[in-house]
T-cell receptor, first 111, second 113 residues
Framework: EDQVTQSPEALRLQEGESSSLNCSYT??????LFWYRQDPGKGPEFLFT???AGEEKEKERLKATLTKKESFLHITAPKPEDSATYLC????????????FGTGTRLTVIP | DAGVTQSPTHLIKTRGQQVTLRCSPK?????VSWYQQALGQGPQFIFQ???????QRGNFPDRFSGHQFPNYSSELNVNALLLGDSALYLC????????????FGNGTRLTVT
């Protein structure tokens, strides 16, 4: 059965203090791993898709990496506007089109 | 370019009632998926519609049903509402191709009393 575990559940950082969020996954053949950002009262906003181990993608202060068992979302020198819940999701290769989400990491960046 | 739009934004219903939620996909997208997000949880897949047919379904009872129209917009219907149906209901659309990422709307917050 597909499983996605995100850690930590919550993270408080000082502005400028870099850190990483973890997403461990179990899936019967990975088609893609997705990172989303969700602000309170809003829908998830797409950030990255990773398809194979070793792949990396960057966007502003965010960098996502992928191994065969987990993905990391690295946040470099975060700003208060990076505060949000970050969701990880996997899509299996077995013909299924849906995404299986983790419960997210709630990030707070303190000025 | 309008993204995914959902209506209404908030809804309060009583146990046993029925509700219909609506979604217009992002321009150029032909596939619509519905997710349920309980407080503090990640979104859970309900079902997906493509070419006006339910293509895939998650682990939700038959009280949850849907429809897709020729213009690709979609509705989610929930019958015989339970207190546990209270959640944020998210609509997501995607374009042609298996690797097109999902783009989400801001959801409908349903409260069942």
């Amino acid at each position: 059965e597909d499983q996605v575990t995100q850690s930590p559940e919550a993270l408080r950082l000082q502005e400028g203090e870099s850190s990483s969020l973890n997403c461990s996954y179990t899936v019967s053949g990975l088609r893609g791993l997705f990172w989303y950002r969700q602000d309170p009262g809003k829908g998830p906003e797409f950030l990255f898709t990773l398809y194979s181990a070793g792949e990396e993608k960057e966007k502003e202060r965010l960098k996502a990496t992928l191994t065969k068992k987990e993905s990391f979302l690295h946040i470099t020198a975060p700003k208060p506007e990076d505060s949000a819940t970050y969701l990880c999701a996997v899509q299996a290769r077995t013909g299924a089109n849906n995404l299986f989400f983790g419960t997210g990491t709630r990030l707070t960046v303190i000025p | 370019d309008a993204g995914v739009t959902q209506s209404p934004t908030h809804l309060i219903k009583t146990r046993g009632q029925q509700v219909t939620l609506r979604c217009s996909p992002k321009s150029g997208h032909d596939t619509v998926s519905w997710y349920q997000q309980a407080l503090g949880q990640g979104p859970q897949f309900i079902f997906q519609y493509y070419e006006e047919e339910e293509r895939q379904r998650g682990n939700f009872p038959d009280r949850f049903s849907g429809h897709q129209f020729p213009n690709y917009s979609s509705e989610l219907n929930v019958n015989a509402l339970l207190l546990g149906d209270s959640a944020l209901y998210l609509c997501a659309s995607s374009g042609p191709g298996g690797n097109s990422p999902l783009h989400f709307g801001n959801g409908t917050r349903l409260t069942v009393t």
